[in-house]
């Protein structure tokens, strides 16, 4: 099967009782047993059914399974957002006294997570460029417990070598984690870039529309002692597995993720290209142009299409608050990958409680604008960033 057919006709793990079509909702807290042998055999982890939903829930199993299935992946858990899902891959990854190497372009809750949160249970953050290889070999050692990097970092657009670091990674026995939620993982194969584990906010595209908040591992079994703290850990003592209801949302969101993808994709393209040929517009951050300096690595490593997320530059903070200010359609939201598209202005929002020395070591800049782009028709998207972009004056007949 390929994977437009995988997303819609992955079997369930056993026939509903009034055959329904869709996975139900299983919105219960716990599972009954005939006899007190096989409830311990279940308790104990001997046989693995739900006992109690923190931990194991039939629409989230089919959820987990779905996703295994469109990745070819060993094992793929479930949380309750994006950041339960990195959490708990870190906290099952780290130790104190062991250090992880990573980067300061990140989604700003995982930066936090790794240089705050962690670092005060002592792993120790070792923030190096990623893209530099030899730097990257320089900070490795006998304590490192993971690389850890975004496969398109937000909001830089910058694609390291998850090849070249995976060379690393496996010479000191370690993982290779890549957050991989701006592009797809139905776009191209985890395991064959080097890949041991994938974490995904799949909130964004997987959720359908904004529909609810999730995150997933998606584990290819090369770190058996990895794999087993996550699900036996992770999931139990730091509760954050997904619910039913999001688990059922998100089912339905993959059956559509194909068709919203690549309109979405397409359109994103489109826009990086209007606006690069913008006066206004001083610089445009999407992997999908061939100006942009990792326009090769990423279709190698991605694939042909370059995700959703459009990125540019505008002259000063002034001017983003204009343009922001003047919108009428693309709504001043953050959020990536909903129907309806988005705006925000990274530095003074999503990193504003960051401190200006922080955030330019990050590379979050006053000037830039973050779009996220939805499915609408293009013609009504490309006006309105024009007459954001211009104040008062309107595109007529297609002309600026
Ligand atoms: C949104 C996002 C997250 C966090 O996901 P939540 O579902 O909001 O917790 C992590 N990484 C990236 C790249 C994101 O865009």
């Given at each position: 099967m390929k994977n437009r057919t995988k997303a819609i006709h992955t079997p369930y793990g056993r026939r509903d009782a009034w055959d329904a079509l869709q996975i139900p909702v299983y919105n219960c807290m716990a599972y009954e047993f005939d006899d007190a042998a096989y409830m311990s055999d279940v308790f104990s982890g001997r046989v693995i059914v739900p006992d109690y939903s923190r931990v194991l829930n039939p629409t989230v199993m089919h959820l987990e399974e779905r996703v295994a299935h469109l990745t070819g992946a060993k094992e793929v858990s479930a949380f309750n957002s994006g950041m339960a899902a990195i959490s708990a891959m870190l906290f099952s990854t780290a130790a104190a006294g062991k250090n992880i190497v990573s980067s300061r372009h990140m989604f700003g809750n995982t930066y936090l997570l790794v240089s705050r949160t962690?670092?005060?249970?002592?792993?120790?953050?070792?923030l190096v460029d990623l893209c530099n290889i030899e730097e990257v070999e320089k900070v490795v050692d006998k304590d490192t417990c993971c690389i850890f990097l975004e496969s398109v970092t937000n909001p830089q657009t910058e694609v390291a070598d998850t090849r070249a670091l995976s060379e690393i990674a496996k010479k000191w026995g370690i993982p290779l984690i890549a957050d991989t939620t701006m592009i797809p993982f139905t776009e191209f194969d985890g395991k064959a870039i080097g890949l041991d584990f994938q974490v995904v906010s799949s909130t964004k595209y997987i959720s359908g529309g904004a529909t609810s908040l999730g995150g997933l591992i998606i584990d290819y079994g090369n770190f058996p002692e990895i794999s087993e703290r996550i699900k036996k850990e992770a999931v139990f003592n730091l509760g954050g597995y997904m619910p039913a209801q999001s688990a059922y949302m998100q089912i339905i969101g993959l059956e559509t993720l194909d068709a919203r993808y690549q309109r979405q994709a397409k359109t994103a393209k489109e826009i990086a290209e209007f606006l690069k040929d913008l006066?206004?517009?001083?610089e445009v951050g999407y992997t999908g142009l061939e100006s942009h300096?990792?326009?090769?690595?990423?279709k190698e490593l991605y694939g042909d299409t370059s995700g959703a997320m459009v990125t540019f530059d505008l002259e000063n903070i002034d001017a983003c608050y204009n343009f922001l200010n003047n919108l009428k359609l693309i709504h001043r939201a953050t959020n990536l990958f909903d129907n309806r598209s988005l705006a925000i202005h990274p530095h003074s929002t999503i990193f504003g409680t960051l401190s200006d020395a922080e955030k330019e070591e990050m590379d979050v800049k006053p000037t830039t604008i973050r779009l996220s782009i939805g499915l609408e028709d293009i013609e009504d998207l490309k006006e309105d960033l024009v007459q954001a972009l211009k104040g008062k004056e309107m595109i007529k007949d297609g002309k600026i």
């Open positions: 962690l670092a005060r249970f002592g792993v120790e953050p070792r006066p206004e517009v001083k300096p990792n326009y090769h690595l990423a």
